[in-house]
């Protein structure tokens, strides 16, 4: 108690209450400093929880045929940096017989790509050229001399890892996907850099998504699955996840996108209705038709069987517009059972007019890669050439 008869404690608040005096002009403002940061602060927090409802709200998008690109979450995906449209990265390279390209294929060798140390897996970039005359469509391809690329990484799931599906060039990057762990991993100087994780489904999963395809559309990268149902070896249904498809920002911000719907009408096609089914590898959008293309791997109007299904190879060029309205169909040459596609890309400078595509073996436990180019109208410009004795799956101009 002092003196006067007033606690420090009470004089301490009074000063407290007390309101700043400042005198403008004539007037006196009298500014209430404690209340005004009370009120701002809580207009932050307000501001903060709009902020975070507005980004954590559900990323599903579940609209069969709809076009995705007009849903506003797919709108605000998060283009927040500026787009490197660059492609190919190597700048193609003029010469007397032609247009040269550098390319490179990348390796799912499944349960071989793990170490002997148990702790980490590879995978194998093997590059090389392609030349392209523009007189007379002639494509020729020669691989480097140099062994390829050994990708070593040390994330795995259930012991399995590095199992690269896919390759593709994005916002001036190479990017490879593994159908395993779900990693898009950043191949650079050599080395495979983990960027973003897909889960499967509808993202709301432990295991990975089983990233089998991937493409760029609108500077947003998709990435799809086999678009079957998840099914036992001997064919019963067990879930949709393989029939999400992902859409991934430059920022890597993901959307998880329901594509059941479009799948069923790409095999509807071939009056293909489940227990049929039809397996994805490989699948390109085109800016120039502004269509979808998909190179189917296997397909079957039986249930599926996992012994069977290595001699289910189909030679149909499928494609539709943005909508999954309109399918098209052409057929490629004709079915080698053993061989199915694996990724595919337009050859630059044609219009996407040409497509060049690789096409991986699993029979009886051997495996094997070739490489084809055909035309959007199926004349055949490359027949089927084996490439390797490796499963390559990825293929790009790089």
Request: overall charge neutral; aromatic content about 12%.
């Amino acid at each position: 108690m002092s003196s006067n008869g007033v606690t420090p404690m009470l004089k301490e608040w009074a000063t407290f209450k007390s309101p700043a005096v400042y005198r403008v002009s004539n007037g006196t403002l009298r500014i209430q400093v404690q209340l005004m940061s009370l009120v701002a602060f809580a207009g932050l927090f307000a501001l903060v929880l709009c902020v975070y409802y507005s980004h954590s709200s559900s990323n599903h998008v579940s609209s069969g045929f709809g076009p995705y690109e007009s849903n506003i979450y797919l709108k605000s995906l998060g283009k927040g940096l500026l787009y490197n449209t660059t492609y190919p990265m190597t700048p193609p390279v003029h010469t007397a017989q032609g247009i040269q390209y550098r390319i490179g294929i990348i390796s799912d060798l499944d349960t071989d790509s793990k170490l002997p140390d148990g702790k980490s897996w590879l995978s194998y970039l093997k590059k090389g050229y392609l030349l392209f005359n523009p007189n007379s469509d002639q494509i020729s391809i020669i691989w480097d001399i140099e062994k390829p690329t050994v990708l070593k990484s040390g994330y795995g799931l259930n012991g399995r890892g590095m199992e690269l599906s896919e390759l593709v060039t994005f916002d001036g990057k190479l990017l490879s996907v593994d159908d395993r762990t779900g990693i898009i991993y950043i191949i650079e100087k050599n080395q495979a850099i983990p960027w973003v994780i897909l889960m499967d489904g509808d993202g709301e999963s432990a295991k990975g998504f089983k990233s089998e395809w991937a493409t760029v559309k609108d500077e947003t990268l998709y990435v799809g699955g086999m678009g079957k149902e998840w099914t036992s070896t001997t064919g019963e249904f067990l879930n949709y996840n393989p029939m999400w498809v992902k859409a991934v920002s430059n920022t890597g911000q993901i959307m998880h996108l329901n594509w059941t719907t479009n799948y069923m009408t790409l095999r509807r096609a071939l009056n293909i209705e489940f227990p049929g089914y039809m397996i994805h590898e490989s699948g390109v959008w085109s800016d120039v038709h502004q269509r979808w293309f998909f190179l189917p791997r296997r397909a079957s109007h039986f249930k599926y069987d996992e012994v069977t299904d290595e001699r289910m190879g189909t030679n149909v060029l499928l494609s539709t517009d943005s909508n999954f309205t309109n399918v098209m169909v052409t057929y490629i040459g004709e079915v080698i059972p053993t061989h199915g596609y694996s990724s595919f890309k337009f050859l630059p400078g044609t219009k996407d007019r040409i497509i060049v595509a690789i096409k991986s073996e699993e029979d009886k436990g051997r495996t094997a890669t070739y490489m084809t180019a055909f035309t959007l109208a199926g004349t055949i410009l490359v027949p089927e050439t084996r490439v390797a004795d490796n499963k390559f799956e990825g293929l790009e101009f790089i």
